[in-house]
């Protein structure tokens, strides 16, 4: 009776379900372990009781999405289109700042990500263009269009408090629009386009953004200019703080400019540090403490829960949890973290093979290239193979509103799965 009943529940692809299960528990012993710097803060317990109870509200969301027809989510992208425009409008204007990036607002006591929503809304708009602009000889090129229009527009409003995020959705809907059969001749030329933007781009960035350098040739943070009166002092406000000088609309807009090419610079000029010479408050600190982490794992791993510089990387338990996961349970631990990410894109290749039609199967494949070109992009960053992006790890990562996004991703594949039109001349090995 109880496994009937847990059937139920847990309805779909077993492939699937299973692999979101051994990531959300890989998720709990390694944010445990890696978030003891949280605990100082309070018990022991608090912030993986927390992580827990997210993870647990997350399966319930998987269930829910899971149980919504598929050709519902059509009737959703308008309303998803115009929810993520006004939020991402919102926290462009007044979001809320943590760690130098205005990307969240609050609604109610809670804080979101409006990016986190818009990421998967393009995945469903591109997925629905592609679909009805399909014909015997590949997507009609009226489809490239209409979705380069929502995608400028969204991404426009990302990529200036988010360029990582931004990025990801560029690749994924090119990987889309891919395998969506969009001439190659357009391909082609929309990936000269993208290079040429993203390099006038940096071009821009390299322009307007400034990195200070100690006598070292190391990275610091830029001084903060304050308000002085005609004699050079330095105005205060009633509370007696410092008046910090106001920025101009072009500061304002491109204020992460030089965190954009500070980043660059580390990255192409970047040098090994050894455990020694790090700078425990330098700007360098968490991404080399991450490379240390990793090569103190001796390849096996010096055992769960037992990592040593999980108290030095600022952002141990989100950003890079893969390289804390490496050193306790080593390259083999990090190699099956990476198997379950591929085996999660195999297995949506196969549910979206089985689909008689094409919009569930563009939208499934899209949401898993959402998932794993993410996670690939945390862990080559991990091992320090690409520029510090701030990416965090699908499922495994400590987060909310990302962790919420990303069950309601695996909802929506799950849903594919289970009520999409099956071409019956397709077979799936059952497991």
Same mark, same amino acid.
């Given at each position: 009776m109880l496994n009937k009943t847990l059937a139920n529940i847990f309805k779909g692809d077993k492939a699937i379900w299973m692999i979101f299960f051994f990531l959300c528990l890989i998720s709990v012993v390694e944010v445990f372990s890696a978030s003891s710097k949280l605990t100082y803060h309070s018990s022991i317990w608090g912030p993986i009781l927390k992580h827990t109870g997210i993870l647990i509200f997350g399966v319930v969301l998987t269930i829910l999405v899971m149980n919504i027809k598929v050709r519902y989510y059509k009737l959703a992208t308008p309303f998803l289109l115009i929810i993520s425009f006004l939020t991402l409008v919102w926290v462009l204007f007044a979001g809320q700042v943590t760690n130098g990036a205005q990307r969240w607002v609050s609604l109610f006591g809670f804080q979101f990500q409006p990016s986190e929503l818009a990421k998967g809304t393009i995945v469903l708009a591109v997925a629905q263009i592609l679909s009805a602009m399909q014909g015997e000889n590949g997507a009609d090129p009226k489809a490239v269009k209409y979705i380069l229009y929502i995608c400028s527009v969204i991404v426009g409003l990302i990529m200036f408090e988010n360029l990582s995020t931004a990025l990801l959705i560029c690749v994924v809907v090119y990987l889309m629009m891919f395998i969506g059969r969009v001439p190659k001749r357009l391909m082609i030329r929309i990936f000269a386009l993208a290079m040429g933007v993203i390099v006038a781009f940096f071009a821009f960035v390299w322009l307007v953004g400034d990195v200070n350098l100690t006598k070292d040739g190391e990275p610091v943070k830029p001084k903060v200019e304050y308000l002085t009166d005609e004699n050079g002092k330095i105005i205060l406000d009633a509370n007696g703080n410092k008046k910090v000088k106001p920025k101009t609309t072009v500061e304002k807009i491109f204020h992460r400019a030089d965190t954009w090419k500070t980043r660059i610079w580390k990255f192409t000029h970047g040098k090994k540090v050894e455990p020694k010479d790090i700078d425990l408050y330098g700007n360098d600190a968490q991404a080399a403490y991450a490379q240390v982490a990793i090569a103190s794992s001796g390849g096996i791993g010096v055992g769960p829960g037992k990592s040593v510089y999980r108290d030095f990387v600022a952002q141990?338990?989100?950003?890079?949890?893969?390289?804390?996961?490496?050193?306790?349970?080593?390259?083999?631990?990090?190699?099956?973290?990476?198997?379950?990410?591929?085996?999660?894109?195999? +297995?949506? =290749?196969?549910?979206?093979?089985?689909?008689?039609?094409?919009?569930? #199967?563009? *939208?499934?494949? %899209? /949401?898993?290239?959402?998932?794993?070109?993410?996670?690939?992009?945390?862990?080559?960053?991990?091992?320090?193979?690409?520029?510090?992006?701030?990416?965090?790890?699908?499922?495994?990562? +400590?987060? =909310?509103?990302?962790?919420?996004?990303?069950?309601?991703?695996?909802? #929506?594949? *799950?849903?594919? %799965? /289970?009520?999409?039109?099956?071409?019956?001349?397709?077979?799936?090995?059952?497991?």
């Open positions: 141990a338990y989100s950003d890079f949890i893969y390289a804390i996961i490496i050193e306790e349970m080593g390259i083999i631990g990090g190699a099956i973290v990476l198997l379950l990410y591929i085996a999660l894109m195999m +297995r949506i =290749g196969q549910i979206a093979g089985r689909c008689e039609n094409t919009f569930p #199967a563009f *939208l499934a494949m %899209g /949401l898993g290239i959402l998932l794993v070109v993410q996670a690939m992009s945390n862990m080559l960053v991990a091992v320090g193979l690409a520029p510090v992006t701030g990416q965090p790890l699908p499922f495994i990562s +400590r987060g =909310g509103t990302a962790t919420l996004t990303n069950c309601c991703y695996i909802g #929506a594949i *799950l849903s594919v %799965g /289970l009520w999409a039109k099956k071409n019956d001349s397709k077979e799936i090995s059952k497991s």
